[in-house]
Structure formats: C-alpha cells, structure tokens
Nanobody, 121 residues
Framework: QVQLQESGGGSVQAGGSLRLSCAAS????WAWFRQAEGKEREGVAY????????WYGDSAKGRFTIAYDNSKNTLYLNMNNLKPEDTAMYYC??????????????????WGQGTQVTVSS
C-alpha cells in the first residue's frame, strides 16, 4: 500500500535553502507538487526511483533537486535560492505506474497532506 507524509516545511528568507521530506513507500514513481493560494496546482519535480531519472518544472530547474533514499523510504526535495514566488503548500505524490506526463497531477493516485513553505524577502 502506498503511504505518504510530508514534513520539513517552514518560513525562510529569500535566497535561503530548505529540505522537504516525505515518508514514501509502496511505489517507484514519485513527484512533488505545490499550490499557492488562489493558484492551480503546479508540478515541481519527478523521480523514477528505479533508475534515478528526474524531471523538473521550469520554475525548479537549477534550484531544486529531487531524490529518493531507498534505505529510508524517504523522498526529498532540496530547495536552494528560494524566492518569494516559491511560497506554497507542497505535496508529495505517487503514481501507480510510470506516468506519461510526469508533472501532471492527474497522473498521480496518492497524495500526502502537504507542508507549507513560506519565503519572505
């Protein structure tokens, strides 16, 4: 059974870094999404844990890194050079099978409860 639970959110200054964690087991297709107040859900990053293939949304490229630790059954999102526009609720998600559109929320069947990230100037 797929289980997901995010942690590590908080308030940080612009330019700072933050690591989000997600206790994640039961799949190999993992992703991070975020949703700001009044905005649509946005795909941030994807990883296929079986081979380490990754994919990033445009806003995350060059700043964020997704990783999965098989020994700890934990999904990570390392966020660097954070900007105020990164402020959102962040969710980890899992797909039943290899997703055709890795950053599309419709591909994912399992979701965590979310962890809030707030970036101030």
């Amino acid at each position: 059974q797929v289980q997901l639970q995010e942690s590590g959110g908080g308030s940080v200054q612009a330019g700072g870094s933050l690591r989000l964690s997600c206790a994640a087991s039961g799949s190999a297709y993992w992703a991070w999404f975020r949703q700001a107040e009044g905005k649509e859900r946005e795909g941030v990053a994807y990883i296929y844990a079986g081979a380490g293939d990754t994919w990033y949304g445009d806003s995350a490229k060059g700043r964020f890194t997704i990783a999965y630790d098989n020994s700890k059954n934990t999904l990570y999102l390392n966020m660097n050079n954070l900007k105020p526009e990164d402020t959102a609720m962040y969710y980890c998600a899992a797909a039943r099978y290899a997703p055709s559109r890795v950053l599309s929320a419709a591909e994912y069947s399992y979701w965590g409860q979310g962890t809030q990230v707030t970036v101030s100037s």
